[in-house]
């Protein structure tokens, strides 16, 4: 009777044993489950955001600038940031960039149209960042009161957001706020 009650108990206790290792492998599947229904941090292709903004809203005539050129006027280097974003004391901090795409039309000058796009380096002073931009569209804004003709509109309705390490701001006639749509939908 006595070897019968060993054998129980050592069954019982072989049984629980697997139980309890049963358990960790559920929990340990449960976990890495979990892990991967994390959201990954979006990569957005900056050139292929701007190449596609420039196409739906037909925009010609300016200057396209993106990290990845290394031919001259074909990115951003001192003295256009400078003359872009930045004034004679002061400008935006490029070291903090990652990348970007930016456009630019200067062509017609009573028809303000332009947007950036950029990737911001982890820690980069993103405010500041957003301070410039903010800057340059209030000048245009501020410089339009001695064009009359000046087609004011997408510089009061112009766009400046943060997510998630990108920064984007548009002045688009008609676009501005699709463009922050589509591209806030590319976090979701």
């Known amino acids: 009777m006595e070897k019968?009650?060993?054998a129980v108990l050592s069954l019982i206790l072989a049984l629980s044993l697997c139980a309890c290792g049963g358990d960790e492998q559920a929990s340990e599947s449960g976990?890495?489950?979990s892990v991967s229904d994390e959201k990954q941090p979006v990569s957005l292709d900056l050139d292929a955001e701007a190449s596609?903004?420039?196409a739906k809203y037909s925009l010609s005539g300016g200057k396209s600038y993106s990290s990845k050129s290394t031919t001259a006027g074909e990115y951003l280097d001192e003295d256009l940031i400078r003359s872009y974003y930045g004034d004679a004391a002061a400008m935006p901090n490029f070291d903090e960039v990652e990348g970007y795409a930016v456009y630019i039309d200067e062509s017609k000058p009573i028809k303000p149209s332009e947007f950036g796009i950029f990737k911001m380096k982890d820690g980069a002073n993103t405010e500041e960042f957003m301070l410039f931009l903010?800057?340059?569209?209030d000048l245009k804004i501020q410089n339009a009161k001695a064009y009359p003709s000046m087609d004011?509109?997408?510089l009061k309705t112009a766009i400046f957001t943060e997510k998630d390490g990108y920064i984007w701001y548009a002045v688009v006639k008609g676009g501005n706020a699709d463009i922050d749509k589509a591209l806030k939908e590319k976090f979701e």
């Open 4 to 6: 019968f009650l060993i």
């Open 31 to 33: 976990t890495s489950q």
């Open 52 to 54: 596609a903004i420039i």
């Open 134 to 137: 903010k800057a340059r569209i």
């Open 152 to 154: 004011t509109e997408p």
